[in-house]
Every structure is written in C-alpha cells, then in structure tokens.
C-alpha cells in the first residue's frame, strides 16, 4: 500500500489518535484491481498493529468512502473482503512466503434489526507485512448514508482479539470519531454481541 496515495479532495474528516498511523488511498486499491468499490479509503492503525507480541497487533479501523451505494449484504461484503485480503497478501508478501489460496474467506453474517445495517463475522487472510503467518480477524462493519452528499461510508473495525477484549473499545470509539461533510458518521455501533457492554460518551 503506499501512503497518501493521490485522490481526490477528501469529504471524510477523521482525527488521528495520539500514537495511531494513518494511511489514504483510492479504491479499488492498486493490490486488488478487481475490488468491486470505488471511491478512497481511510485507515487509522492502533500504536502496535505491526508488531507480532503487542496487543493491538493487527488491530485498526478503516471507512470506504464510495460515492455510489455498495452491496451490503453478508455475501456481498464477503466476497469483496476476500478479494482486497487475498490481493493485499499476494502484493506484499507473495515474494517472501508460501500463502495458502484457499484460506482467503471471510463468514459475515447480518446483525438481525441493527440500523443502519450491520455485519459482524471473521476474515480469514494471512499476516504478510511481519510474519508470513495465519491470521483470523474478527470484524464488524457498518453501512451509513448521507443523502445530502450523496455518499457511503463503510466503516470497518477489526482486530486478532476477541469481541470482548480492551482493544474494542479504542477501536469502536475511534470508529466514531470519523466525520462527513461537517457531521459524524454516527454513534458508535450498537452491541453486535449481546454479553458485551459498550461504554458511551
């Protein structure tokens, strides 16, 4: 991925946590030509996603901008993370080591009566960047619309770490603090299990 990458103007305005990366390119992404969306995409890391033994390894949050309405349903959105894992993998890693193809999936499901909609589920893919190894991220994302713009916004959290673990709590807050055309995007994401409690402002 190479950051900062020429797009247009942003509308998407997102504070970058205290000792979080970020990283803006356009979609479909350059490793995934195939990619189904189009517009930019915007990626906030966690201070330790990069490094193995850190317990944020691999976690970070990221909002598809997309001027044209996306699939949003559990098949649609799985195929379209299969294809940017397994591109993304392929790009960085594919020199360096031996990735498995058959392992790129993601199982999403519909979070029942959650509005805007939900999806929660796992991604299947493989840490290219560090290790060349298996990596299972649990994922949930939100599909939010802005009719006086005209725009999408997929927003995306995901992270090694069980539903429950600290972690989550960075990652939904941070989730909210995205801004569109002078407005959030909105609340942090309902509950998508029901033993965890979510903590509001």
Known sequence: MQPDAAVAEPTLQWPVPAGWKHETFALPPEFAPEFPYHGTEDL????????????????????????DRPQFDATSMAAALTTYFRGLSTAVGGAKYQFDASRYRADVTAVPGSAPPRIAGQVF??????????????VEAELRSYPETGQFAVVVARSPKDSTDPVWKEL???AAAAVVASRTLGPAPLELYPNLVIERE
Do not use: E, I
């Open 44 to 67: 906030r890391f966690m201070p330790g996603w990069s490094s193995p033994t850190a317990p944020d390894f691999w976690s970070y949050d990221f909002v598809w901008l997309l001027d």
């Open 125 to 138: 893919t493989y840490d290219a960047f560090q290790t060349g190894l298996p990596l299972t991220l649990n």
């Open 172 to 174: 939904r807050a941070t």
